[in-house]
């Protein structure tokens, strides 16, 4: 230990704790100065005063803001400018510092008059000359000039114009939910102020030892309060602790809405001096908060138990939501696309229930699992301002009570895709998938052909399908595997991995896709997106993808499984460039010959008339090809 500390000392003299000038001219600015913050300083007043009635009144001819209540009046003026004392018993942690906020620089003079019974009324005088030590005059007043038992006034005299409109509004924030009366007089006008939410919960729950917690579906402006002895604010604080807590929270789409919290103080949660307008950050926040997320989400998990008791499968719709607005015929908005089980359970649903983000985040949490059918047929794959392909999908997701689960992601999509919806879960026992004679090829990334694809638990199944293409270990397939041993020594890069792998040959692959153009060729065109490499293709033409060249290019590689299916493939796609080039041809002709027409021209052109006969020559005799 250092010998300063250590060294014997006699005593010499003692100091006494005091504020600095500096100190108390200061103090003022711990407030925010805005005339909200000293009516929230002054009703809180009022409330520990035990006010019933606070009346506000505005004169803005006179500059004037005056606050008078019904308390119990103020006990001792001295109070009033001694910073950090206080004359509250039964109030947490008073700061003693709110009629300082009253001083503030816009602020010419501060009148304060109280009375109690058996005593004398008194007024005094405060302005910025207080903030420097001059003392304040304390007047004695006839007990005539008052007309309540007991009671306060405080009467501010700003330097300028008021500003603040609408004052009704921030009069009305201000008082927030004290049980107490406010009646506000605006130049003459009167009006009451009654206790304001600035928004209505949907839920509402009392926690023991934490408080009432009052949550909406809606996200509004405050969307996370905290209200402290009847005082609401936005606690920066309070969301922060809750953001943490969300991380881990499988539920936390529930606390992406707004949420209130009316704090019991017994929770040991203190809120931040001197204007209260957060909490303190520590470890009884922390603890609070994680008794709320618990009590707030299973409470809610119960309810949702209790309204899908006899539910097995909801359809989840984002317009659910937009629909709310329309009570009556909001089914009106839906109908086409939801089953009628939903459109059932949905009417009975509370409002918040129906949201399919919340839906889905509480019925997850009691084991429901989420299913997703891509309807291509729908997609919409186009290029955008900036050249970037983009697609507009169109899915149908539903969320089953329980599914069939299989390990494979590929045959778990697949299935869903065919109408059997399965669940897809590394963990689960079926589902090991058998590939009889696979044959893949560097030259056809989109398609692998095999003899069948036989599924444990499952059976036989037609085709597989993956966007990611089998890339991935978790499909729970050989293909993948398989492609990276390559037993002929190629090295396939993942991008190269078929997003279909058809069981049956290269025709019964033409003849399939054939008639499912309008899905397979975007489920084609999004898988290679998946992949960044629809461009390798030229499949998109005037801005938007072109199913007839996807069709090609598919038909041009499968010809790498089977020779005559490429020849014949390859003569009837010559036939069809012919078949344009001639077209073109044709036109370009038919320019010619109006040209021709034109004497002074006609030198130059004379072949063209036999130019012509030519090639309709050549045309016909390629006729039969293009029919084949
Ligand atoms: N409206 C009121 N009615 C009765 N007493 C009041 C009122 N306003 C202030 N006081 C007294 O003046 C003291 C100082 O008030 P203030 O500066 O707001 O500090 P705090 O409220 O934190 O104690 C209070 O402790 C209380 O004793
Ligand atoms: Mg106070």
């Not at 114009?161 to 107490?180: G, N, T």
């Not at 059997?420 to 590394?426: F, G, L, S, Y």
């Not at 599924?455 to 270990?473: N, Q, R, T, W």
């Amino acid at each position: 230990m250092h010998a300063l500390l250590t060294t014997p000392s006699t005593t010499m003299r003692t100091v006494t704790p005091a504020v600095a000038d500096r100190l108390l001219g200061e103090i003022p600015r711990f407030f925010d100065g805005s005339v909200e913050t000293m009516l929230r300083e002054l009703f809180q007043n009022a409330f520990r005063a035990d006010a019933q009635t606070v009346s506000v009144t505005v004169d803005s001819a006179r500059r004037t803001l005056t606050i008078q209540d019904d308390g119990c009046g103020i006990y001792d003026p001295q109070l009033v400018l001694t910073a950090g004392a206080t004359g509250w018993e039964n109030v947490i942690e008073p700061a003693g510092l709110g009629l300082f906020s009253l001083l503030a620089n816009n602020v010419l003079k501060v009148v304060i008059a109280s009375w109690r019974e058996h005593a004398k009324p008194w007024r005094m005088t405060l302005t910025q000359e207080q903030l420097r030590r001059v003392p304040a005059v304390i007047e004695e007043l006839p007990v005539s000039a008052i007309n309540t038992a007991s009671g306060t006034l405080v009467e501010i005299t700003f330097a300028n114009v008021l500003m603040v409109d609408p004052v009704a509004q921030m009069v009305q924030r201000a008082r927030s939910l004290y049980p107490f009366g406010v009646v506000l007089n605006l130049d003459g006008q009167l009006q009451e102020i009654a206790p304001y939410r600035s928004w209505e919960p949907e839920v509402t729950l009392k926690v023991p030892g934490i408080g009432t917690l009052e949550w909406t579906l809606e996200k509004t402006s405050a969307y996370t309060e905290v209200v402290w002895m009847h005082q609401a604010f936005c606690a920066l604080n309070f969301r922060r602790a809750l953001s943490k807590i969300q991380e881990e929270n499988p539920a936390s789409k529930i606390f992406d809405r707004a949420l209130r919290w009316i704090v019991d103080p017994q929770c040991g949660v203190r809120p931040k001096l001197p204007d209260r307008n957060d909490l303190i950050e520590d470890v009884q926040l922390t603890q609070a908060v994680q008794q709320i997320a618990n009590a707030l989400t299973e409470h809610l998990l119960h309810l949702a138990e209790e309204h899908t008791r006899t539910q097995d499968a909801l359809t989840l719709d984002y317009r659910f939501k937009y629909a709310l607005g329309a009570p009556g015929n909001w089914k009106y908005y839906v109908e086409d696309e939801v089953d009628s089980a939903t459109l059932n359970a949905l009417q009975n649903f509370p409002t918040w229930l129906r949201d399919p983000d919340i839906l889905a985040a509480v019925l997850t949490q009691l084991g429901w699992v989420t299913n997703e059918r891509r309807r291509y047929e729908k997609y919409a794959i186009y290029l955008n301002d900036e050249n970037e392909v983009i697609c507009d999908e169109d899915k149908r997701q539903r969320i089953y009570r329980s599914l069939p689960a299989v390990s494979s992601k590929a045959v778990a999509f697949t299935l869903t895709q065919l109408g059997r919806p399965t669940h897809w879960d590394p963990r689960a026992e079926a589902g090991r998938v058998r590939i009889k004679k696979l044959r893949i090829h560097p030259k056809s990334p989109q398609v692998a052909l095999c003899e069948s694809i036989q599924v444990e638990g499952i059976g036989e199944m037609p085709y597989l399908l993956s966007e990611d293409g089998f890339a991935d270990e978790r499909d729970g397939f050989e293909l993948a595997v398989q492609e990276r041993r390559g037993k002929k020594g190629y090295t396939y890069l993942v991008s190269h991995c078929p997003c279909i792998l058809f069981a049956g040959t290269a025709l019964q692959f033409k003849e399939w896709l054939e008639k499912n153009a309008d899905w397979v060729l975007n489920f084609i065109a999004v898988a290679q997106m998946e992949r960044d490499s629809i461009w390798d293709y030229d499949w998109i033409g005037d801005d938007e993808l072109q199913p007839a060249r996807v069709r090609r290019s598919v038909l041009a590689e499968i010809g790498v499984f089977d020779q005559k299916f490429s020849q014949v493939h390859q003569k009837r796609a010559d036939a069809q460039d012919a078949r344009g080039l001639l077209a073109e041809i044709d036109s370009q002709m038919a320019q010619l010959v109006y040209f021709a027409k034109k004497p002074y021209l006609r030198r130059v052109l004379r072949g063209v008339p036999s130019l012509r006969k030519q090639l309709r020559a050549l045309g016909q005799n390629l006729e039969p090809l293009t029919k084949e």
